[in-house]
T-cell receptor, first 114, second 114 residues
Framework: AQTVTQSQPEMSVQEAETVTLSCTYD???????LFWYKQPPSRQMILVIR??????QNATENRFSVNFQKAAKSFSLKISDSQLGDAAMYFC???????????FGTGTSLTVIP | NAGVMQNPRHLVRRRGQEARLRCSPM?????VYWYRQLPEEGLKFMVY????????ESGMPKERFSAEFPKEGPSILRIQQVVRGDSAAYFC????????????FGAGTRLSVL
């Protein structure tokens, strides 16, 4: 079965501090892609960052970076210098290369404290 | 370049009525995906369509739900004889002909069944 687990339903961080959101997944495939999406109150799903499983180097997008541990099937998101606008639900997802759908976790609600 | 457009944003139906949800993909995108998000859950895949073809409907309920993506016009997700359990947010995503590994999401339609 293809599953994604986000074990932290809620997280909070002080403005300007760093926070890490965890994600583990389960797949028997070796070729897949991993994603973090942000869903603010507007409900719009916004792509934050993505990682190709065949790449060992962790992806980085400005203040957002991932820690990808393929053997452990772990894909955590680190947000540095947190800003008020980072407050949202964050969903971890993946897609196997030969498949059509994305598999999503249940999300982590991030609160940023001024 | 407009993003994925979904309408309506909110839809209220009484039990037994029909719901029609529309999705216009991003310009140049020929792949459309529908997902459903129940309260407190992540997005669950429903169906994947290309123009005039259903490619993968493995996530669609067997009854009352149907989807189409005609040669002209938006993709339509149709729910007949709605029940309270159909209340959810329905998201559409699109991707270009080459590049299924990035899906761009609309803001969703929130369906409420009274």
């Amino acid at each position: 079965a293809q599953t994604v687990t986000q074990s932290q339903p809620e997280m909070s961080v002080q403005e300007a501090e760093t926070v890490t959101l965890s994600c583990t997944y389960d797949t028997s495939e070796s070729d897949y892609y991993l994603f973090w999406y942000k869903q603010p109150p507007s409900r719009q799903m916004i792509l934050v960052i993505r990682q190709e499983a065949y790449k060992q180097q962790n992806a980085t997008e400005n203040r957002f970076s991932v820690n990808f541990q393929k053997a452990a099937k772990s894909f955590s998101l680190k947000i540095s210098d947190s800003q008020l606008g980072d407050a949202a639900m964050y969903f971890c997802a993946y897609r196997i290369n030969t498949g059509n759908q994305f598999y999503f976790g249940t999300g982590t609600s991030l609160t940023v404290i001024p | 370049n407009a993003g994925v457009m979904q309408n309506p944003r909110h839809l209220v139906r009484r039990r037994g009525q029909e719901a029609r949800l529309r999705c216009s993909p991003m310009k140049g995108h020929s792949h459309v995906y529908w997902y459903r998000q129940l309260p407190e859950e992540g997005l669950k895949f429903m169906v994947y369509l290309q123009k005039e073809n259903i490619i993968d409907e493995s996530g669609m309920p067997k009854e009352r739900f149907s989807a189409e993506f005609p040669k002209e016009g938006p993709s339509i997700l149709r729910i007949q004889q709605v029940v309270r359990g159909d209340s959810a947010a329905y998201f559409c995503a699109s991707s270009p002909l080459k590049g299924k590994n990035i899906q761009y999401f609309g803001a969703g339609t929130r369906l409420s069944v009274l």
